[in-house]
């Protein structure tokens, strides 16, 4: 069974930085796709950020030239660093996995497996 278990959120002033991580334990094979979104109160779950086997990233643009988002394929871990934070960056952050696709995609539907979430807090 494959587990993801997110970590390093918290609370944070305007313009200042977290970063989060996020490791995959269980069997997973093959070149997987590994991916951020957020939830904010009342709102769905919105794509953040993804990065492929080969390390290839793609960026929502309400983070783009914020966010960096990185992995380790030995480790089995996917990062995301978040600088210049802003209030509308609140939201609960979740890690997940996408063992088909192969390549980045930003559909929330099509990812496999996903972790139980860490909360960011961005007070203005």
């Known amino acids: 069974q494959v587990q993801l278990a997110e970590s390093g959120g918290g609370v944070v002033q305007a313009g200042g930085s977290l970063s989060l991580s996020c490791s995959v334990s269980?069997?997973?094979?093959?070149?997987?796709?590994m991916g951020w979104f957020r939830q904010a109160p009342g709102k769905e779950h919105e794509f953040v950020a993804v990065?492929?086997?080969?390390?290839?990233?793609y960026y929502a643009d309400s983070v783009r030239g914020r966010f960096a988002i990185s992995r380790d394929n030995t480790k089995r871990t996917v990062s995301l660093r978040m600088n210049s934070l802003k209030p509308e960056d609140t939201a609960v952050y979740y890690c997940?996995?996408?063992?088909?696709?192969?390549?980045?995609?930003?559909?929330?539907?099509?990812?496999?497996?996903w972790g139980q979430g860490t909360q960011v807090t961005v007070s203005s």
């Open positions: 997940a996995v996408d063992r088909r696709n192969g390549r980045p995609v930003t559909g929330p539907a099509a990812y496999d497996y």
């Open positions: 269980g069997q997973i094979y093959g070149s997987y796709v």
């Open positions: 990065v492929d086997w080969s390390g290839d990233t």
